[in-house]
């Protein structure tokens, strides 16, 4: 068990940005993004890679030769050959022709064979990519989610997930080849026409990438404001919409939309920005292109004034630029889009890094529960606004059914989260039959309680999914018998699709007292050891609650039962009551002798019994 000198202090979160985590370097991106392409133990997708990275080179090899089998071809139909009595051989042409179709056929089929075999590890790699960042958030501590965003969290991830396709996609059909192609072509001109020709396109292209480069990096601030803005409006979206029914209760569409436009003013500003920036980058890019264009044109035209080059030589030179100038062109492009990928991907990647709050321990083994004792001892803790624990003790026995009640914001569903490992105490030590449950993994201590929590939130798919959602095996025969017991089988019958009703965003087209039954019935098929009630009738009406209420007491029969309760009536079988006030116990004992002490239980009894009786009468 961990010692008392280990206890780690739970670290809240003031700052509620989610992307706190050290920034992502251009270098760990590259390896991380190579991790997800070629995994260890992937054998498959590694002879992939390299079988991609082969027909590339073959295909810009075949890209080359072209030029020259042209220009070799209308040197052998030159009329200034004729006249020099140079004989037309057919035989050579068509020797010519067949190469250059080859060439060009080789270059199509290893292009094509380049896509067929990036599709594979790319799409893998996306996918995998996306998935790492959707469970990493569900192991993310408590606190993150409380301080989340739902629609900026959501929509880094849909960003970092295309981000990576795009990066994928530009490097392997734009960027490599770009600067292979450059190395080949450089090394044709440096060998058939001299260093000049090799260097000046060689320059041309890295002072083009150099400017690129820059202004890219100059524009980055434009495009990371106009990332927030976009962040920051999906945020307001989400969070609008899914207060819906606030949002008609005080007639806030106006306001809504207000702050939604304000929101969306900032994005607009921000694109403006990055819009103009990109201008002034196209105009130099363009100016670049243009005078390495007119020196190789220039070198040529001096060359053939002086016969060291012939027409032929001079159209593969042109070609050669052809070939270069089309790319390079959209190589302004491809770089702003690979950064701005990068871009997303730091955000992703830098999400990734988040670490929870509550980690188990290096190897630690699940939970062994056989009796359900549960035993508070000695807890403290804070969110860091002041105790709301303080040194509070009490232990549940195997098979007891102990009730937490007392003044709103006493600490009762801070003992809940504690007793789920979503925090771990400053002080203290919780223990299930014996063992600490900082010492085994939260999986298994979360895998045997079944909570009912007060305000129930529901996925937007079918009832009899939420229902099951408790046990991922669970039968529709299961679903139905747990549906009887939480007293909600009627209503669903009464539905035109039964069980395949779709319960809405959150649960929407739900009341709440349907709500609570469909948590019931969820934590039932669960088949916990262990039970935690908190306000799990709250939404019912008297006569439900009776019948729920005895439903519970029947399904918790001899199981180990904590109940959080607001509502007397509901415990006053309890085996033991806690009455928690301002962090401590303050009383304890069945409801008989809680009434006989006349203190805290007591008031609270007779201010609540009044309504009771009244409400019993009423129904």
Not at 258 to 281: F, G, P, Q
Request: charged letters at 20%; aromatic letters at 10%; one cysteine or more.
């Amino acid at each position: 068990m961990a010692k008392q000198a280990q206890v780690k202090k739970t670290s809240i979160k003031k700052n509620s940005d989610i992307f706190s985590g050290a920034p992502t370097s251009l270098s760990e991106i590259a390896r991380l993004v190579y991790e997800y392409i070629a995994p260890k133990g992937d054998n498959n997708l590694r002879i992939r890679l390299a079988s991609l990275i082969i027909a590339l080179v073959i295909s810009k090899l075949c890209a080359a030769v072209i030029p020259i089998l042209y220009g070799a071809s209308v040197d052998l139909l030159a009329p200034l050959n004729l006249d020099n009595g140079i004989g037309f051989s057919m035989s050579l042409l068509m020797l010519l022709v067949g190469g250059y179709a080859l060439a060009r056929v080789g270059e199509t089929v290893f292009s094509e064979l380049k896509e067929f075999l990036f599709v594979k590890f790319a799409s893998k790699a996306v996918r995998m990519a996306a998935l790492n960042a959707f469970e990493h958030l569900h192991k993310l501590s408590l606190q993150f989610h409380l301080d989340r965003q739902t629609g900026g969290t959501s929509r880094s991830i849909d960003r970092g997930a295309k981000a990576m396709t795009l990066l994928l996609s530009t490097g392997v059909f734009e960027v490599i080849p770009l600067f292979v192609e450059l190395i080949f072509i450089s090394g044709v001109l440096w060998f058939l026409f001299g260093y000049e020709f090799a260097v000046v396109t060689f320059l041309t292209v890295t002072i083009y990438s150099y400017f690129t480069i820059k202004t890219t990096e100059w524009r980055i601030k434009f495009r990371r404001r106009m990332n927030e803005a976009d962040e920051f409006a999906a945020t307001k979206t989400v969070d609008s919409l899914l207060n819906y029914e606030t949002v008609k209760y005080f007639n806030a569409e106006k306001l809504e939309s207000k702050n939604y436009d304000k929101a969306l003013r900032v994005y607009e500003d921000a694109y403006v920005l990055s819009r103009t920036s990109l201008t002034l980058v196209n105009i130099g890019q363009g100016i670049i292109v243009a005078l390495g264009l007119v020196a190789l044109l220039a070198l040529s035209a001096r060359e053939i004034q002086a016969g060291r080059m012939s027409v032929g030589d001079f159209v593969v030179v042109h070609t050669y630029i052809i070939q270069l100038a089309l790319p390079l062109e959209f190589l302004g492009w491809t770089y702003r889009e690979v950064r701005q990928a990068i871009i997303d991907l730091e955000r992703m990647f830098g999400l990734m890094k988040e670490m929870p709050d509550i980690q188990d321990p290096t190897d630690a083994p699940n939970i062994v529960i056989k009796k359900g004792e549960i035993r508070f001892e000695n807890i403290g803790f804070s969110y860091g606004r002041g105790a709301i624990l303080d040194d509070v003790s009490f232990c549940v026995n195997s098979g007891e059914r102990v009730a937490l009640v007392g003044p709103s914001g006493g600490g009762k569903s801070t003992i809940s989260r504690l007793l789920f490992r979503f925090y771990d105490p400053q002080k203290g030590r919780i223990l299930i039959d014996g063992q600490d449950i900082r010492d085994v993994k939260q999986d298994s201590v979360r895998a045997a309680i079944g909570m009912v929590p007060q305000d129930t939130v529901m996925f937007n798919a079918s009832i009899g999914y939420n229902i099951g959602y408790g046990r991922a095996d669970a039968t529709p025969e299961e679903i139905e018998k747990v549906a009887k017991l939480a007293a909600i089988e009627n209503f669903i019958s009464s539905l035109p699709d039964g069980y395949e009703t779709l319960v809405g965003e959150r649960g929407l087209k739900l009341s709440g007292g349907e709500k609570q039954r469909v948590a019931i019935a969820r934590a039932i098929i669960k088949q916990p050891k262990i039970f935690v009630f908190d306000e799990a009738t709250s939404a019912l009406d008297s006569r439900t609650e009776r019948e729920i209420q005895t439903s519970l007491n029947t399904i918790s029969q001899g199981q180990t039962t904590l109940v959080i309760a607001h509502r007397l009536s509901t415990i006053v079988d309890a085996d033991m009551i806690l009455v928690l006030n301002q962090g401590r116990i303050e009383e304890k004992g069945t409801h008989l002798q809680l009434l006989a002490q006349d203190g805290l239980y007591a008031a609270m009894w007779k201010r609540q019994s009044s309504g009771f009786q009244k409400n019993n009468f009423d129904a």
